[in-house]
């Protein structure tokens, strides 16, 4: 298998997106745009990845730094070319192959990588070109295929009518050999109306030297769509969104309307499960098999749900563990919470895990039954077998015993005979 290494452009400030907030900062299906490339690039194998930041520097750096990331700053902001010469240094004494990704490009898929690179490194190619066959191709460059490989890539600005009719699209997604294209970078010119380096200029240079140039055509055409603006980031976003329902689908899980549920690509979900219309499941959630989700439901945080968990209409699950058989069908919010098995939680019960300082937690043991309104003051507890009447509110500290029933505001409890005690 060939040594491969990563740069990811990621110094954009896009400014057509009308924000002073770095474009690849921008979220795109619960993660930011740049999480998908260094995602797709890590699942094709890629452990050492230089990502090349300027606009925003700070903020991305905090954002992604401690994943194993190098990052090297790109000021000013000169072009494709200049981002990739501000990698040098990290690449120094490389022998190997060079993945060039967009950071703004959210669509690319690990396959898709594996793929450029085994195609690039068995061809004995200096560089491959990641293309798309786009029916409106108007804004990209074109790819202009010779009798062996490609013969230039021209900008839609550039091209002539007969070019813009090609609709064979550049990427902008590459894989070189490290040495040849370390060998051209300082070839690269300025001249032109931007007065920046193109990377794309690179590839001109390599064919002039009589370097083979490949193009690799994606299996999905909008692998190549990247983000330059809010409505193309909605447009990859639901694309996003489709994929991973797309995937839960095919291993087993129902949705039932995939136009209106959202799913993040950390998540787990298992067989059986059924996510009904406008659930939102955000984060990396667990969720195990022959659950049932919604409508209307929010799980989010690190919750994680057993098997045939139930979480009914407009119900709120955050930060919790729920355990298998365990039931909450109406209006209820659990935060921070650790319910047992086979718990029934009734309409709008309401763990109130803040103090607007810290959070606390809430216990539920197994079989408990908490009545409809309760609110649980936390830090508190049920335990096993115990009940709550409806509107009882359990404050701070306080544990509902085995088998004990609490009422009122604040609960007591009920002895042998109905009345609270105390």
Known sequence: MVEVKAIILAAGKGVRMESDMPKVLFEANFLPLLWYP???????????????????????????????????????????????????EALAGFGGYVLVLCGDAPL??????????????????????????????????????????VRAIVEDREATAAEKAVKEVNSGTYCFRWKDLDAVLDRISSANS??????????????????????????????????????????????????VIDRWMAEGVTVVDPESAFI???????????????????????????????????????????DEVVLGNFVEVKQSRIGRGSRAKHFSFVGDAEVAADVNIAAGVITANSDGKK?????????????????FVAPCRMDAGSATGAGAVVTRNKTVGRGETWVGVPARKLDKGGRKNG
């Not at 750096?61 to 040098?88: D, N, S, W, Y």
């Not at 499941?281 to 209307?296: L, M, N």
């Not at 937690?361 to 908490?370: F, K, R």
């Open 359 to 375: 959070l606390y937690a809430t216990e539920i043991g197994d079989g408990a039954s908490v009545g409809a309104g309760t609110i």
């Open 194 to 243: 931007q007065g920046e380096f193109y990377l794309t200029d690179a590839i001109g240079l390599l064919i002039a030297d009589g370097k083979r140039v490949d193009a690799l055509v994606c299996e999905t055409p909008d692998e190549a769509l990247g983000v330059n603006s809010r409505a193309q980031l909605a447009a990859v976003s639901k694309a996003l969104r489709l994929r």
């Open 38 to 88: 260094l995602e797709a690039a890590r699942r094709a194998g890629v452990s050492d990845i230089v990502a090349v930041v300027g606009a925003g520097r700070e903020l991305v750096e905090k954002t992604f730094g401690g994943q194993g990331i190098r990052f090297v700053a790109q000021e000013p902001q000169l072009g494709t070319g200049h981002a990739v010469m501000c990698a040098r």
């Open 264 to 306: 993040d690509p950390r998540a787990e979900i298992g067989v059986d499960t059924v996510i009904n219309p406008f659930v939102v499941i955000e984060g990396p959630v667990k969720i195990g098999a022959r659950c049932r989700i919604g409508p209307f439901t929010h799980v989010r945080g690190g919750a994680s749900l057993a």
């Open 108 to 149: 690319i898929r690990e396959a898709t990588l594996a793929r450029l690179c085994a195609h690039t490194a068995s061809a004995g190619a200096a560089c491959t070109v990641l293309t798309s066959i786009l029916d409106e191709p108007e804004g990209y460059g074109r790819i202009i295929r010779g009798e062996e490989g």
